[in-house]
């Protein structure tokens, strides 16, 4: 007997697509909500990729797209485990209608078009809650749903720029520069799960609905509150800095034995300091030279030069465990692989290895918590397109064989995104 999860019994339309959305469905999958996630052959979400794929982009099985790679697409099916797929096309009207039937039935409604687009549809908070008069309804938009911006879109790489993040994160003395990841979007996914979870609380203890607007720019900027503190405070401007701290010297990323092995260093104190220069063997007179922050910070090209000779020759994993039990922060530079095979991470049990039917067993990301009474895990594969509309359909909105059948010969629940034409990412 499965033991009781945490959401068991709450239902959620998922209309978000990329990483942020999907990833903060997936987690309230894992949790034990039914999340129904809405897409259309029309209009995939587009970590699915397209229609047709380069096979050289690494991001799907063994290299290789396969007949249909918008069911393969390593990003799509990592981050939409634990749901299932209904295509309903919100073009037309009747997809609307259809999903007016499905809000009737459920607990939350999360979407991350872009701010003006479910107003369009049709599918307004203000249309929903006449629906369902208790209905949560949370909206993801980049840029919010006011101001003269909010119709904008971006990826994290954009809203890093426009946060602020990326105006110091690039080389030392260098051009602003992107983190190499969407930065945001993971911030926001977890955020909008404590959104949703407290949305939740409030109604069962007022009996009433929400609307949340989440502005994935907001999120982002509120990452660079201590950059804001020391312009408003002090008139200084922050600029690229390379692996360098504004508070913390020495702080870097050095090399170590072996390919591409590196591990960082970061000195926060003046104690730290002089169990390090013990560490690194300096003389008493190179010890005081370096014994205040500000001399630190004077001269931190020259204890670049010396820590990354003491690092040389040894393997990287020995210096964080040696500094570690020193209590000097310190962590290796992991790789992929090594992030796959890292013994912590691996004792934690983060990697769960699911099973595809398109893409075999694999190990994906869990997730970065575990409750100590219903715990959280993947319930089911990503779903391929649409394969379970028609249980969608019958079982939650109530639609008849006739009424399923019409859908289908309009179009709007087609699965084949081949019948609207080609589509590459």
């Not at 872009?114 to 006449?130: H, I």
């Not at 938009?141 to 954009?158: I, K, L, M, N, V």
């Not at 591990?263 to 926060?268: E, K």
């Not at 690092?311 to 994993?317: E, L, Q, V, W």
Request: charged residues 25%; aromatic residues 8%; negative net charge.
């Amino acid at each position: 007997m499965m033991s009781k999860t945490a959401l068991e019994g709450l239902r959620v339309l998922d209309l978000t697509q990329v990483w942020a959305g999907p990833t903060c469905t997936k987690i309230l999958g894992d949790l034990g909500a039914e999340i129904i996630k809405i897409e259309s052959g029309r209009r995939m979400d587009i970590s699915r990729g397209g229609t047709t794929a380069n096979s050289g982009a690494g991001l799907y099985p063994d290299g290789d797209p396969g007949d249909e790679p918008w069911n393969t697409s390593g990003l799509y099916t990592d981050r939409n485990r634990s749901k299932i797929s209904a295509c309903l096309d919100l073009t037309h009207p009747k997809g609307v209608e259809v999903l007016k039937k499905l809000v009737e039935k459920s607990d939350v409604v999360i979407e991350s078009f872009r701010s003006g687009v479910m107003e369009r549809f049709g599918l307004s908070y203000e249309n929903l809650k006449l629906i369902r008069k208790d209905i949560i309804m949370v909206s993801l938009a980049s840029q919010g749903g006011s101001g003269p911006e909010r119709s904008y879109g971006s990826f994290g790489a954009t809203l890093e720029q426009t946060a602020g993040i990326a105006s110091f994160t690039g080389y030392l003395g260098g051009d602003p520069r992107t983190s190499g990841t969407f930065l945001p979007d993971p911030m926001v996914a977890f955020l909008a799960i404590g959104i949703v979870l407290s949305a939740i609380e409030q109604r069962r203890t007022t009996g009433k609905g929400t609307y949340v607007d989440l502005s994935q720019r907001e999120v982002t900027t509120g990452v660079v509150g201590e950059m804001v503190m020391d312009y408003t405070m002090n008139g200084r401007k922050w600029a690229p800095n390379g692996n360098r701290d504004n508070v913390f010297a020495p702080q870097g990323v050095y090399k170590c034995f072996g390919d591409d092995s590196w591990v960082a260093i970061s000195i926060r104190t003046d104690d730290e300091w002089d169990t390090f220069s013990e560490m690194l063997n300096l003389s008493l007179e190179q010890s005081h030279t370096f014994s205040t922050v500000e001399q630190r910070f004077a001269r931190h090209d020259e204890l670049d030069r010396l820590i990354t000779q003491w690092c040389h020759g040894k393997d990287a994993h020995d210096v964080m465990h040696a500094l570690q039990k020193a209590g000097i922060p310190a962590g290796v530079s992991l790789t992929g692989e090594q992030i796959l095979a890292d013994e912590h991470l691996n004792d934690r049990e983060f990697w769960e290895e699911v099973d595809h039917p398109m893409v075999g067993r694999r190990p994906f990301l869990s997730r970065p918590f575990k409750f100590s009474k219903h715990p959280a895990s993947t319930r089911s594969h990503a779903p391929l397109l649409g394969a379970h509309t028609e249980y969608v359909l019958r079982s939650i909105a109530g639609l008849s064989d006739e009424e399923i059948t019409e859908l289908s010969d309009l179009g709007i629940t087609s699965n084949d995104p081949t019948a609207f034409g080609p589509t590459a990412f």
